[in-house]
Structure formats: C-alpha cells, structure tokens
C-alpha cells in the first residue's frame, strides 16, 4: 500500500491554546502544517510562515474559516515549491472534513471554491448585497462588479485576462 503525501495528524495531549491538528506532508518539501480555526476577522492576519486558508461551508450551513501555516521544516525548499504542496493540502484537509461529516451521518458541507487554478487562494463571494475579495491575508468589500475588478487589477496586479474566466461563489 502506498503511503498517502499528506497525513492528518493529530496532537491528543494538546492543551489550551495549542493546536491539536497538523498536516504532514511527507514527500519532498517534507513540512509540518498546524491546522487551526479562525474567526473571519483574522483572515487579516498573516504568518511569517507560508499559509493556505480554507473557507468551508458545514452541512449546517455557516462558515468555518481553517489556516494551514507551516510550523516545521524537514528540508529546504523554496517558498514557491511549499506552497504549490500546501494548496493541494487544503484539498486534502477538506476532504477529511467531509469524510468526518459523512461518518457522522450529518449532510456534507463544501469547500468555498478558489476563483481560479492559476490564483490559488483568490476566493470571491458575491450575496444580494456586496462582492467580497479574500486573498493572502486580504478582504475587502465592493459594492459593484466594477469596483471590485479595478482593485483586483490596480491593487493586487491581476491581469484582466484571468478576470473573464473564474469561479464565483454565490451565497444568499
């Protein structure tokens, strides 16, 4: 049997404040990546570390925001080669939530889907009322389409090209 490149691990006397859930990836970059919950307000804040967020919608229909940031090193690697394994580990993170769920006989919930695969990270949500930008640390608010593609253009260098084609999530 093939050992999977992530493994979830789990800290059973963790205490407090101290994470419980890590990821190990364990291919080369080998990392450790603690998982934590935040409250929406700190997707603002950003590690020294190379981070993933995962903004998931439970079966019961709210949002849970998770950070992945990598804590340990077990060889060196570029920035860039962690993060193209810690992307992916978002998905295999949500995938465990799903699993979870289903073994506890509640309905599934689904990951907020990134915008695009050549912007990974870059989620937009759009509701009757606003569009919202969260990318790397940022959020931001617009109250028009347009608004929101000047500043992802001007602000944060995004090709208008890219713009045309994407994923945006629609909440009510």
């Known amino acids: 049997m093939k050992t999977s490149k992530y493994l979830i691990c789990n800290d059973i006397l963790a205490q407090g404040d101290q994470p419980a859930e890590f990821i190990l990836h364990n291919h080369h970059p ?3 990546a603690k998982v934590e919950e935040l409250d929406f307000e700190e997707l603002e804040s950003r ?21 992945l940031t990598v804590t340990e090193y077990y060889e060196r690697a570029e920035e860039d080669e962690v993060l193209d394994e810690l992307f992916p580990a978002r998905d295999y993170y949500t995938q465990y939530i799903q699993d979870i769920e289903a073994e506890d006989g509640g309905k599934e919930g689904f990951p907020v889907k990134d915008f695009s695969s050549e912007l990974p990270g870059l989620k937009i949500l759009r509701s009757s009322i606003n569009w919202t930008v969260i990318y790397n640390g940022v959020i931001a608010e617009f109250n028009t389409e347009e608004e929101m593609d000047e500043f992802l253009e001007t ?14 999530n629609e909440f009510e």
């Open 30 to 32: 080998r990392f450790l």
């Open 47 to 67: 590690p020294e570390k190379p981070f993933a967020d995962i903004l998931y919608v439970n079966g019961e229909g709210a949002m849970v925001i998770y950070r």
């Open 155 to 168: 602000d944060l260098d995004i090709e208008p090209e890219l713009l045309d084609k994407g994923v945006i």
